[in-house]
């Protein structure tokens, strides 16, 4: 955990150079009192990213030009420890949120929306996708809707613990249209928890 990075997606990284990161706030255009909102010029994305297959390797850290102010709506979240890698977190209730679109057709949200998911073998995935879309690297998910659609890339899935959150998952890939009932693919974290740790340079247990 670190006060001066973000996780997000590579797709949301390669080809811009600035990212403005907002914390502590659920609305997308508002200032809110409880809000820090900062522009960052350095990110750095997997070295792999899109090159074994589509969307592979989409995970990226951005870095913020000074510590995050830590509060009551903005906190820092658990990534998995080491002894979870072999960890599937199937059949797992998982949160994901973002402020993409509603649904096919319609705008981005202004203020941030959530969805609960269930973590679903790859298997799953696989029929609807195709050979060679989802990886071992790949945490599928999702529900009667996906839960996912454009413009949520980045976003975190997420295990609701006792304390917090621990993030399981990277919004990475969906299937075509939003409200087709096939999971949403997520980069997983477990996958790239040594990436993720070095870059970042973080410790986990």
Not at 16 to 30: E, N, Q, S
Not at 71 to 100: H, Q, R
Request: glycine fraction near 8%.
């Amino acid at each position: 955990m670190t006060t001066t990075a973000v996780l997000t997606a590579a797709l949301c990284t390669v080809k811009h150079d600035k990212f403005i990161i907002h914390l502590g706030t659920v609305h997308r255009t508002k200032n809110e009192t409880t809000a820090w909102i900062i522009a960052a010029h350095w990110a750095v994305a997997h070295p792999d990213y899109s090159t074994e297959a589509y969307l592979s390797h989409n995970v990226a850290v951005i870095f913020l030009p000074e510590k995050a102010p830590l509060s009551s709506f903005i906190a820092l979240m658990t990534l998995p420890s080491f002894s979870e890698v072999n960890e599937t977190f199937v059949g797992k209730t998982a949160l994901v949120s973002g402020w993409g679109k509603t649904g096919d057709g319609k705008n981005v949200s202004d203020t941030l929306q959530y969805a609960e998911l269930t973590v679903v073998p790859n298997s799953i995935c696989e029929e609807g996708y195709g050979p060679g879309i989802v990886l071992e690297s790949t945490l599928c998910a999702g529900n009667k809707f996906k839960g996912m659609c454009t413009n949520d890339h980045g976003g975190a899935l997420v295990l609701k613990l006792k304390e917090g959150y621990k993030q399981i998952g990277i919004a990475s890939f969906i299937y075509d249209k939003c409200d087709v009932p096939i999971p949403g693919g997520f980069s997983r974290i477990t996958h790239f928890l040594v990436w993720i740790t070095k870059t970042a340079e973080i410790t986990v247990e």
